[in-house]
T-cell receptor, first 116, second 116 residues
Framework: AQSVSQHNHHVILSEAASLELGCNYSYGGTVNLFWYVQYPGQHLQLLLK??????LVKGIKGFEAEFIKSKFSFNLRKPSVQWSDTAEYFCAVNRDRGSTLGRLYFGRGTQLTVWP | DTAVSQTPKYLVTQMGNDKSIKCEQNLGHDTMYWYKQDSKKFLKIMFSYNNKELIINETVPNRFSPKSPDKAHLNLHINSLELGDSAVYFC???????????????FGPGTRLTVL
């Protein structure tokens, strides 16, 4: 079955700590990859996305993600987190063609809590 | 200024009732979506419309019926509500179908439905 896995359900860090959130997917073929963030009480917002080209993608608010095709991974990183990064982070994947066209498949999310 | 808006934000109702959730986008996008987020925070696509035409219809009970009066609106009507329908429902939109999955989906704030 096609799936997106986020293995960390809840991550707790102190301010200035480095962050890495894991995301793995199980689809073969060409995929497009996304990280969304949901701040408390707000809607999902796009952090960054990868379609092609440089596998290291930079997004908003100092986030970046690296696509490693051989590992089917798209991990999210930030060198120094802030209290305001406290939020739920979702990895999402869609396929470039075929019957699943247009469907975004989400991981179950990782709750990040940053202590000041 | 809200790009994708949903009403209501909260909906509490009894089993067996019929309810609707409205979604509007002012981005000029051609494609709109409905997602369901369950209690474990899994986000799963339900429907997608492109220019008022149904494109994606996942395995969703017939009690759920989307309606797109124009390409800026995609409403979700639910008949005979059941306890298991309790979830957060997110509307989203993207620029163009076009056979490509590279378009970012923009999400609304969500509607929390509670069925008693």
């Amino acid at each position: 079955a096609q799936s997106v896995s986020q293995h960390n359900h809840h991550v707790i860090l102190s301010e200035a700590a480095s962050l890495e959130l894991g995301c793995n997917y199980s689809y073969g073929g060409t995929v497009n990859l996304f990280w969304y963030v949901q701040y408390p009480g707000q809607h999902l917002q796009l952090l960054l996305k990868y379609f092609s080209g440089d596998p290291l993608v930079k997004g908003i608010k100092g986030f970046e993600a690296e696509f490693i095709k051989s590992k089917f991974s798209f991990n999210l990183r930030k060198p120094s987190v802030q209290w305001s990064d406290t939020a739920e982070y979702f990895c999402a994947v869609n396929r470039d063609r075929g019957s699943t066209l247009g469907r975004l498949y989400f991981g179950r999310g990782t709750q990040l809590t940053v202590w000041p | 200024d809200t790009a994708v808006s949903q009403t209501p934000k909260y909906l509490v109702t009894q089993m067996g009732n019929d309810k609707s959730i409205k979604c509007e986008q002012n981005l000029g996008h051609d494609t709109m979506y409905w997602y369901k987020q369950d209690s474990k925070k899994f986000l799963k696509i339900m429907f997608s419309y492109n220019n008022k035409e149904l494109i994606i219809n996942e395995t969703v009970p017939n009690r759920f019926s989307p309606k797109s009066p124009d390409k800026a609106h995609l409403n979700l009507h639910i008949n005979s509500l059941e306890l298991g329908d309790s979830a957060v429902y997110f509307c989203a939109s993207s620029q163009d179908w076009g056979g490509s999955n590279t378009d970012t989906q923009y999400f609304g704030p969500g509607t929390r439905l509670t069925v008693l």
